[in-house]
T-cell receptor
Framework: TQLLEQSPQFLSIQEGENLTVYCNSSSVFSSLQWYRQEPGEGPVLLVTVVTGGEVKKLKRLTFQFGDARKDSSLHITAAQPGDTGLYLCAGGVSGNTGKLIFGQGTTLQVKP | EAQVTQNPRYLITVTGKKLTVTCSQNMNHEYMSWYRQDPGLGLRQIYYSMNVEVTDKGDVPEGYKVSRKEKRNFPLILESPSPNQTSLYFC??????????????FGSGTQLSVL
């Protein structure tokens, strides 16, 4: 069974600080997705990375896929209270199986 | 409005009483999937369907059944619910699942409590 270890599980920071969330595995994934979930709602896709070494930026969020496609990171610059939420990484299992493996999630709280 | 609709939003039931959670999407998506979310465990895939009449097990299929008779609907059936199936359930869909880099659209969730 493929696993995705996400860290840290909880993060509480002040507005304006930078942070990085990590998603690691010993398995290779065909793609890596990052979602954000707010209380009472389903996850919403932020980005998909598919190529080893790929870096994507979404305003203050930077996503990176590891060269070996086994790990990924999400970096937020100058965090704002609106960034508060649960961040989830999800890896696509190779072979077009239809399976998607999620990490445990990182709960981020940004205090004003 | 393009959406994935789950019903009910909240459900309290007793052990052994069969129940069905419905899921419907209006985007003509081929791929649909069910997940359960438990604290500290993230989302775990229960079943998925690549297209009509094609379903397959995810990581935690025990105690669940699904069917995909029509493209838009993908109900989750618990034949004999047990307390360890108390969880938050999400249905999701995407246009297809080629290369696993498709965007998943999630429903708003169903909070199930089995007493």
């Amino acid at each position: 069974t493929q696993l995705l270890e996400q860290s840290p599980q909880f993060l509480s920071i002040q507005e304006g600080e930078n942070l990085t969330v990590y998603c690691n595995s010993s398995s290779v994934f065909s793609s890596l997705q990052w979602y954000r979930q707010e209380p009472g709602e389903g996850p919403v896709l932020l980005v998909t990375v598919v190529t080893g070494g790929e870096v994507k930026k979404l305003k203050r969020l930077t996503f990176q896929f590891g060269d070996a496609r086994k790990d990924s990171s999400l970096h937020i610059t100058a965090a704002q209270p609106g960034d508060t939420g649960l961040y989830l990484c999800a890896g696509g299992v190779s072979g077009n199986t239809g399976k998607l493996i999620f990490g445990q999630g990182t709960t981020l709280q940004v205090k004003p | 409005e393009a959406q994935v609709t789950q019903n009910p939003r909240y459900l309290i039931t007793v052990t052994g009483k069969k129940l069905t959670v419905t899921c419907s999407q209006n985007m003509n998506h081929e791929y649909m999937s069910w997940y359960r979310q438990d604290p500290g465990l993230g989302l775990r895939q229960i079943y998925y369907s690549m297209n009509v009449e094609v379903t397959d097990k995810g990581d935690v299929p025990e105690g669940y059944k699904v069917s995909r008779k029509e493209k838009r609907n993908f109900p989750l059936i618990l034949e004999s619910p047990s307390p360890n199936q108390t969880s938050l359930y999400f249905c999701a869909s995407s246009f297809s699942w080629r290369g696993s880099n498709e965007k998943l659209f999630f429903g708003s969730g169903t909070q199930l409590s089995v007493l």
